[in-house]
């Protein structure tokens, strides 16, 4: 795996439509052992900025949306504790009922980039169309670039590693689910297990994980190439792709 290469196509903003940035700071409980910024984090970071966005532009931050893909790619290493991030998003493509954004979060000594597929769900948890404010505000961005929300990660092969992942109440979101970011908690988790740093990493969302259901992890490790399934009920409900690197120190 090129660790060199983006996962997917990374849009970039071409100066038309809206763009929005903000600022955070890297916490302490954000990173790992070593100072770096986590994947978790990052995750959860990237959706304040998306509802900071929404509400900003006048838009109801607490709609229902669920996010499909998530590709992460840190080409220059990670942010640190400490540091002061910019992060700027903005909508780079739409489908029907489904949008992609794109953040950039950078610090003095990195820059992460990320893109994100979510879909839009009316109250019962279904896809809807885009709302017509919400198109108004982020067409423009996009350019008439579409995205798919089609998933392509293979399954896990029958000698994949195993183990269980209990989960806890703060795994759970309001929709009694559990949370996007917990599937980076995974990932994390399997990344300390064999001493590895994500340089890239492309999560797939296939369907929840409800409260309650017992959840295996399956792995395999292919040099420093980890790829991971979320399975319950022998069901994937989330896959990962990872391409790492080792420690220079280690």
């Known amino acids: 795996m090129d660790e060199d ?13 809206r763009r929005f940035t903000t600022t955070r700071k890297v916490r302490f409980g954000d990173t790992d052992p070593r100072s770096r910024l986590r994947l978790d984090a990052l995750a959860r970071l990237v959706q304040d900025a998306g509802d900071d966005d929404l509400a900003d532009a006048g838009l109801d931050p607490l709609s229902p949306w669920v996010v499909r893909r998530t590709s992460v790619w840190a080409p220059r290493g990670w942010p640190r504790l400490g540091e002061r991030l910019e992060v700027s998003t903005f909508c780079s493509g739409l489908g029907s009922r489904w949008g992609e954004r794109r953040t950039s979060v950078r610090s003095p000594s990195a820059v992460v980039e990320v893109a994100a597929v979510w879909i839009f769900l009316d109250q019962r948890g279904r896809p809807t169309p885009l709302a017509e404010p919400f198109l108004t505000v982020f067409t423009p961005s996009a350019g008439g670039r579409r995205t798919s929300t089609r998933l392509n990660h293979p399954g896990p092969p029958a000698d994949a590693d195993a183990r269980r992942w209990p989960l806890r109440a703060s795994d759970l979101d309001i929709y009694d689910h559990v949370n996007n970011s917990v599937v980076w908690m995974a990932v994390e988790d399997e990344l300390a297990r064999h001493g590895l740093v994500p340089r890239l990493a492309d999560v797939e969302y296939h369907a929840p994980v409800d409260a309650g259901e017992e ?28 391409g790492a690197v080792r420690p220079a120190n280690g």
């Open 5 to 17: 290469a983006p996962p997917v196509e990374l849009a970039q903003f071409m100066g038309t439509g």
């Open 215 to 242: 959840v295996e992890l399956r792995s395999r490790l292919d040099g420093t190439t980890l790829r991971l399934w979320i399975t319950s009920a022998d069901r994937v409900r989330a896959s990962a792709l990872i």
